[in-house]
């Protein structure tokens, strides 16, 4: 069976720090790939999605990238965070040639101090 | 591009009651329909989906949803709801052939004693 993981769950960081948000997807292969970030607890914005390994399209102009280093490994970061960068965060598959069905991780939670 | 609309942000309800969840979307064509639900910080689950056959679909927990295509419509009831049904309830059309999900804003269900 197909299962996705995220990590940390929960991480507070000062103004200015970098960040690094990790999610891989297991039994499953040439996963679509996408992170949201969901602030206040409401709505969904994407941010970032991938088809493919180093196949990378970004949804909103930030100071966040991602990168996507092997097939099932989708990785956020910032060199510098900012207050606004606090929120959710949500990483999510889809199997590609499907029905468009997402899976997602169990989040992970951004404070900037 | 698809669109979407959720136009309760938030719905109050007592235990027992029936409640239904609007959802509009922009096109019929093509177009597959999920409603997604999240609990508190936790991150989302399919609760239902519409791919084809028949316009009802039913989830294990006694929600139903009716695909209406005249109308654009994916309204999601329940006729008895529960404590445990309050999270937020996202709508979802998918359009075949686009990589790019889109949600609604999200349905705040409160359910009180």
């Known amino acids: 069976s197909q299962t996705i993981h995220q990590w940390p769950a929960t991480l507070v960081q000062p103004v200015g720090s970098p960040l690094s948000l990790e999610c891989t997807v297991e039994?499953?292969?040439?996963?679509?790939l996408y992170w949201y970030r969901q602030a206040a607890g409401r709505g969904l914005q994407l941010l970032f999605y991938s088809i493919g390994i180093d196949q990378i399209s970004s949804e909103v102009p930030q100071n966040l990238s991602a990168s996507r280093p092997q097939d099932r490994q989708f990785i956020l970061s910032s060199k510098k965070l900012l207050l606004s960068d606090s929120g959710f965060y949500l990483c999510?598959?889809?199997?590609?040639?499907?029905?468009?069905?997402?899976?997602f991780g169990e989040g992970s939670r951004l404070t900037v101090l | 591009a698809q669109s979407v609309t959720q136009l309760d942000s938030q719905v109050p309800v007592f235990e027992e009651a029936p409640v239904e969840l609007r959802c509009n979307y922009s096109s019929s064509v093509s177009v597959y329909l999920f409603w997604y639900v999240q609990y508190p910080n936790q991150g989302l689950q399919l609760l239902l989906k519409y791919l084809s056959g028949s316009t009802l679909v039913k989830s294990i927990n006694g929600f139903e949803a009716e695909f209406n295509k005249s109308q654009t419509s994916f309204h999601l009831r329940k006729p008895s709801v529960h404590i445990s049904d309050t999270a937020e309830y996202f709508c979802a059309p998918w359009s075949r052939g686009s990589y790019i999900p889109t949600f609604g804003r999200g349905t705040s269900l409160i359910v009180h004693p």
């Open positions: 999510a598959w889809r199997k590609t040639g499907g029905t468009g069905e997402l899976f």
């Open positions: 039994g499953t292969s040439n996963p679509n």
